[in-house]
């Protein structure tokens, strides 16, 4: 007999029946969720009635305006912004359509040269500075949807506080950077990285003698550090980020839609393709719920407590940021230590991936034959796009990147593996736009299922906390260093941080590969010595 697995012995027909009984389509966004390949029985579904009506409440909810985000006491209005019809009050309806139209007729200015750099007739390039939600969302879409040789402005991007990283992107632009034109993104308007970004970038122009704020935009929050600096320095436009939009889920914002309109995508594309993917994903119907079967699946697979990892395996290079945005929204969203009720729960989902056929010759060999920890999510894209050329009789590039997906999903099968098949027509704005509303409100609907706050980040905040600290550390002891070549340990006990000497000796080691300290002797932790600089 041959039995295709997933964790239910199966024969071939009793697979075909159940791919036929679950296959999920949603003409209306032109995509289909195959989910016959995970292991879920019939009672499933029937087990999980309640708790999914519930979720579909709390979705009903967050989307009329309630505090979704208790934690923070905010509203949760990322649906709001491509449907601005139905926020909760006019003046959040009036913010929205506002800025679309600002940011559409700022791009089109752009282009055309009445917006212009101080020294050079025209923008050709684009710099954006952000991190975490502020940088991979207009990274995935710049990169999925972009084509270098026909893209209106070239972008550029800053997400980090790498003095490399940031010197590589310097270079990259060069001499061009009187024709760039900057965004600083960042909800809060202080986050060290993306400020660091800006003061790298602000410190280049003036080396080229350029007035930084003549070619520089923000997008923040109003009244955010960032957002007075550029009205005291007169930039060139700022644009709203609202309290209600989380820094994970701003891509339909000014945060990834200014970036995308100066690339010159679509982005009433995108955002219809968001909204016709939410009108489809409020759906009470689960089986024709395509949010609503992953987030079932999430559950099922994972026993609602994160046990198996997310493998993410887009055939299709246009979505190789596809699989590091979804880490960021499903593991900043779900990994959390409380629950609502305040409880501790220790939740998330761990997720990784990059891009099929390429993984077949990286990890999926563990996946195949190792550890059974995970559950897969294949994309499929069904129209090739490129040049398919014909490589063997009858068979093109592209139906080789088809087969190896369907093949890859056989082989998973074969062993017991579990996977989901989601198909799109082709990759476009409006596609990008329904990926991105789909996954956001899978996120949404599973943090109901387990019962968590998906829309605040203490762990993102604990971090910056920690950074803040170990600075002022560092601080101390560029103040104490002296001539007398001293232990972290002596150094620690001098400047009252006894229990810190680990710390210590890394900072010091640092200062001293940057020729801030002087390393007097070397031999480990314990016995290397460090002075001031002579
Ligand atoms: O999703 C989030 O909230 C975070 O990842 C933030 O986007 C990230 O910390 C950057 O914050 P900000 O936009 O305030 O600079």
């Known amino acids: 007999m041959n039995r295709a697995q997933g964790g239910i012995s199966m024969t071939k027909a009793d697979l075909w029946n159940r791919f036929q009984e679950y296959l999920c389509i949603c003409e209306s966004i032109e995509l289909s969720l195959d989910i016959s390949r995970m292991s879920f029985d019939d009672a499933f579904f029937k087990s999980m009635a309640s708790p999914m009506a519930a979720a579909f409440k709390d979705m009903s909810a967050l989307e009329k305006g309630a505090m979704a985000n208790p934690d923070e006491k905010r509203m949760v209005g990322h649906y709001w912004l491509r449907a601005p019809n139905i926020a909760p009050d006019v003046a959040i309806k009036t913010a929205i359509e506002q800025t679309v139209g600002r940011i559409k007729a700022f791009a089109a200015d752009v282009h055309s040269g009445k917006i212009k750099p101080e020294k050079s007739p025209r923008f050709t390039r684009v710099l954006s500075i952000g991190i975490g939600g502020s940088a991979l969302g207009p990274m995935f879409v710049s990169d999925a949807l972009g084509n270098p040789s026909s893209d209106k402005l070239q972008i550029h991007f800053i997400d980090n506080t790498d003095p490399d990283g940031c010197a590589r992107i310097l270079q990259t632009i060069g001499s061009e950077l009187s024709q760039t034109l900057t ?54 436009s700022r644009f709203p980020m609202w309290d209600w939009v989380g820094g994970r889920t701003s891509e339909l914002s000014a945060v990834g839609l200014l970036p995308a309109a100066l ?23 689960v089986l024709a719920n395509p949010a609503a079967l992953l987030a079932l699946m999430w559950y099922h697979a994972t026993g609602g407590r994160g046990e198996k990892d997310m493998v993410m395996l887009p055939y299709k290079d246009r979505l190789l940021l596809f699989s590091r945005y979804l880490q960021q929204l499903v593991m900043e969203s779900l990994g959390k230590r409380i629950n609502l009720k305040g409880e501790r729960v220790d939740q998330g989902i761990a997720v990784y991936g990059n891009k099929g056929s390429t993984d077949q010759h990286a990890y999926v060999q563990q996946l195949r034959d190792g550890v059974n920890n995970f559950f897969v999510t294949f994309i499929r894209v069904l129209e090739d796009g490129g040049e398919s050329g014909t490589v063997e009789s009858n068979i093109t590039v592209g139906d080789y990147l088809h087969g190896f997906l369907l093949g890859t999903r056989e082989a998973l099968s074969g062993n017991d593996r579990q996977s989901m098949m989601l198909t799109v027509r082709r990759i476009d704005a409006r596609t990008i736009g329904v990926l991105i509303a789909l996954f956001e409100r899978t996120v949404g609907l599973y943090a109901s299922l387990i019962g968590i706050n998906a829309y605040h980040q203490p762990g993102v905040e604990a971090g910056k906390k920690a950074a803040t600290a170990v600075l002022a550390l560092q601080s101390k002891i560029l103040s104490s260093l002296s001539q007398q070549p001293q232990t972290a340990a002596q150094l620690a006990a001098t400047i009252g941080h006894k229990d810190d000497a680990e710390t210590l000796f890394s900072l010091l080691e ?25």
Not at 510 to 534: E, I, Y
Request: net charge negative; hydrophobic share 40%.
């Open 510 to 534: 640092h200062l001293a590969a940057n020729g801030r300290a002087k390393q007097a002797t070397d031999g480990g932790p314990a016995v290397s010595t460090f002075c001031a600089m002579g």
């Open 183 to 236: 965004l600083v993104i960042s909800k809060s308007g202080s986050t060290p990285e993306s400020r660091n970004g800006m003061l790298l970038a602000a410190a280049a122009y003036k080396a080229a003698g350029l007035e930084f704020a003549r070619h520089a935009v923000a997008i923040t929050g109003d009244g955010s550090h960032l957002d007075r600096q550029a009205q005291e320095e007169r930039w060139l």
């Open 263 to 285: 690339q010159g995508i679509d982005i009433d594309a995108m955002l219809a393709g968001a909204a016709a993917c939410d009108e489809v994903t409020r759906r009470t119907d």
